[in-house]
């Protein structure tokens, strides 16, 4: 009687072994976390661009893109007519997944220093950046 026991406790063992093995091969590719990024970014610069200024709200800008070299691409202009905290967030888990990307696969770049705004103004409802 132990015996059949003993058998049934060793294939449920390794069946859960099995199981929960990992897979070492699931990375994406270089196109697909560009692919990835690219959707990120464009998702990022549509909310943005639906805010506006005036009646109440306040212009902003924030560090978008990581360059390989270190420092930003650009700087994303915004108002508070957006959900600020969804647009930093989204901006921070894109920055930090470019940085990954730049890291993974050896991106180059020009290591030229990006200024950020003097100042933002609104014009027409529009935040515009002031250099």
């Known amino acids: 009687m132990k015996k059949p026991f003993s058998i049934l406790v060793l294939v449920t063992f390794c069946l859960l072994l099995l199981s929960t ?71 921070k888990n894109y920055n930090r997944k470019e940085s990954l990307y730049n890291e993974v696969w050896g991106i180059m770049s020009d290591c030229a220093v990006v200024t950020p705004p003097t100042s933002v103004s609104c014009e027409n409802n529009a935040c515009v950046a002031v250099y």
Do not use: H, M, R
């Open 21 to 91: 093995q990992c897979d070492e091969d699931n990375s994406l590719s270089q196109i697909d976390e560009e692919l990835q990024l690219d959707d990120l970014k464009s998702e990022i610069e549509d909310l943005a661009n639906a805010s506006t200024c005036g009646d109440g709200f306040e212009c902003k800008y924030i560090a978008f893109g990581s360059k390989p070299c270190g420092g930003t691409w650009n700087y994303l202009i915004y108002s508070t007519s957006v959900d600020t905290e969804a647009l930093e967030e989204l901006v």
